[in-house]
């Protein structure tokens, strides 16, 4: 037992390297964590007595537990068991896949990265790039929802900046868990969206076990009181309108909702507008393809977000007018009772979110403009002033004694894109930009032309 016993250099120092993971993994490692989480925990009880929906335990319950909750669900494992035996694969291959699929979903909410990183990146990118409008009764509908609810926002998607504002804007009431598509599953930003607490969606897959794990997490984060935000037209509008609403996420949690149980699901219609989208021309081009393939590329997103970042610290002006956000009344999954089909709640929510359509200086003068080639501005601004009154008092964000001023706002900012010009006194919608102009025009459309909420 004393003697001596001599070793290669390399495989002193390879001993010395294992010892040193297994101490780390075994006694200092969860000792930190232990530590950091206990800080955490103190930290959330602080943030929660200044929101008004606090951050339940399910969306502050460790990653591997949630997956394994759900892959180990009675649902999921039914579902695995139908997949074996239709792919004629055993029973372990097909768990592991229902494994894959439950990391591929599950995010891993940090409330530090949420409140202190993602609240403060949206709030300072929204209001750099748009004056932001939020409806006089957004607050009073969001205070009169029960409390023990789970809100779900139900939104129109013109831009990907609706993440950014309705972020921004939910802030000091509540966190909120975004399904987002594909785009987002590239690194660093797959991270980043995981931690703010989104969760991905393959848009494409039709396989019924990833659909049955997805459908449970949904169900699972519902009715664990986790506030959410979904897009029923299941992508951006490709010419400005409302599209029809895909059944998708309703569907699961209309199925996994239970009447008799503790919390109610409250959809709050939200509807978002914009004097200027930013990916207009990007979108119009895909709609005049007949795809959906958007060449923008992520180079471009970051060197915008950073040009606009520099602006704002040099105190430049950034922004391209006015971004607004309106509440519609929201809709009671309890009280519309267990029997309600899944497409007419979409039909009703989008005709809420349609009813509520912010209208903005931009698609107002687009709409003016578009009714008449060449237009003064003593006509134009008559116009929309007409078209200001046809529509409902609580959609309009511009006041009538301000409208000389937006107008002109509006008519500098279209001039400057050369969208529009002047001549003798007199607009004009230069040549082939008349889609541009139509793009806006569509977003109030259905206030004038008798379209359903949803036709495209």
Same mark, same amino acid.
């Given at each position: 037992?004393?003697?001596?016993?001599?070793?290669?250099?390399?495989?002193?120092?390879? @001993?010395?390297?294992?010892?040193?993971?297994?101490?780390?993994?075994?006694?200092?490692?969860?000792?930190?964590?232990?530590?950091?989480?206990?800080?955490?925990?103190?930290?959330?009880?602080?943030?929660? +007595? =200044?929101? #008004? &929906?606090?951050?339940?335990?399910?969306?502050?319950?460790?990653?591997?537990?949630?997956?394994?909750?759900?892959?180990? /669900?009675?649902?999921?494992?039914? *579902?695995?068991?139908?997949?074996?035996? #239709?792919?004629?694969?055993?029973?372990?291959?097909?768990?592991? #896949?229902?494994?894959?699929?439950? =990391?591929?979903?599950?995010?891993?909410?940090?409330?530090? +990265?949420?409140?202190?990183?993602?609240? &403060?990146?949206? &709030?300072?990118?929204?209001?750099?790039?748009?004056?932001?409008?939020?409806?006089?009764?957004?607050?009073?509908?969001?205070?009169?929802?029960? *409390?023990p609810a789970t809100v779900v926002f139900v939104m129109n998607h013109r831009s990907n900046m609706d993440y950014m504002l309705v972020t921004y804007l939910a802030a000091r009431d509540s966190a909120l868990s975004y399904a987002v598509g594909e785009w987002a599953r590239v690194w660093p930003l797959s991270w980043l969206i995981k931690s703010l607490g989104a969760y991905f969606i393959r848009r494409q897959s039709r396989g019924a076990l990833y659909r049955k794990v997805l459908a449970r997490y949904v169900q699972m984060a519902t009715a664990g009181g986790v506030?959410?935000?979904?897009?029923?037209? %299941?992508?951006?509008?490709? /010419?400005?309108?409302? =599209?029809?609403?895909?059944? %998708?996420?309703?569907?699961?949690?209309?199925?996994?909702? /239970?009447?008799? %149980?503790?919390?109610?699901?409250?959809?709050?219609?939200?509807? @978002?507008?914009?004097?200027?989208?930013?990916? /207009?021309?990007?979108?119009?081009?895909?709609?005049?393809?007949?795809?959906?393939?958007?060449?923008?590329?992520?180079?471009?997103?970051?060197?915008?977000?950073?040009? #606009?970042?520099?602006?704002?610290?040099?105190?430049? *002006?950034?922004?391209?007018?006015?971004?607004?956000?309106?509440? %519609?009344?929201?809709?009671?999954?309890r009280e519309v009772g267990q029997g309600a089909q899944t497409d007419a709640l979409l039909e009703e929510l989008m005709s809420r979110i349609a009813n509520t359509m912010p209208v903005l200086a931009v698609p107002t003068v687009a709409r003016a403009l578009l009714s008449e080639d060449g237009v003064d501005d003593e006509t134009l601004q008559k116009r929309s002033i007409e078209i200001l009154n046809a529509v409902p008092q609580a959609c309009r964000v511009v006041a009538e004694d301000q409208m000389s001023q937006e107008i002109g706002r509006a008519l500098k900012g279209l001039a400057g894109r050369e969208l529009i010009e002047k001549r003798d006194g007199v607009w004009h919608i230069l040549p082939e930009q008349q889609l541009v102009l139509q793009f806006y025009a569509n977003s109030i459309a259905h206030y004038f032309d008798g379209d359903a909420a949803t036709a495209k």
């Open positions: 037992m004393t003697q001596t016993v001599q070793l290669p250099l390399w495989l002193f120092i390879l @001993i010395l390297l294992f010892a040193a993971v297994t101490a780390l993994s075994h006694f200092l490692l969860p000792s930190v964590r232990w530590f950091f989480r206990r800080r955490l925990e103190k930290a959330v009880k602080r943030l929660n +007595t =200044r929101l #008004k &929906r606090p951050i339940e335990p399910f969306k502050l319950a460790r990653r591997y537990d949630m997956i394994q909750r759900l892959i180990y /669900d009675p649902e999921v494992s039914t *579902e695995i068991v139908n997949y074996a035996r #239709k792919n004629k694969v055993p029973e372990n291959v097909a768990f592991e #896949k229902a494994r894959i699929y439950a =990391r591929e979903i599950v995010p891993s909410f940090s409330a530090f +990265t949420y409140f202190s990183f993602g609240i &403060r990146l949206a &709030r300072t990118l929204a209001k750099s790039v748009y004056r932001i409008e939020t409806a006089e009764t957004n607050e009073r509908i969001f205070n009169d929802i029960p *409390e506030n959410q935000a979904f897009y029923p037209e %299941g992508g951006l509008s490709l /010419d400005g309108r409302l =599209r029809p609403p895909k059944l %998708g996420l309703m569907s699961y949690l209309v199925e996994g909702f /239970d009447p008799q %149980g503790e919390r109610d699901v409250v959809f709050v219609p939200v509807a @978002i507008n914009y004097d200027r989208v930013l990916e /207009d021309k990007v979108l119009i081009a895909a709609d005049q393809r007949g795809d959906r393939r958007f060449g923008a590329r992520i180079t471009v997103v970051v060197g915008f977000v950073l040009r #606009k970042l520099w602006q704002r610290l040099t105190r430049q *002006e950034t922004r391209f007018g006015v971004a607004a956000v309106a509440f %519609g009344e929201p809709l009671s999954l």
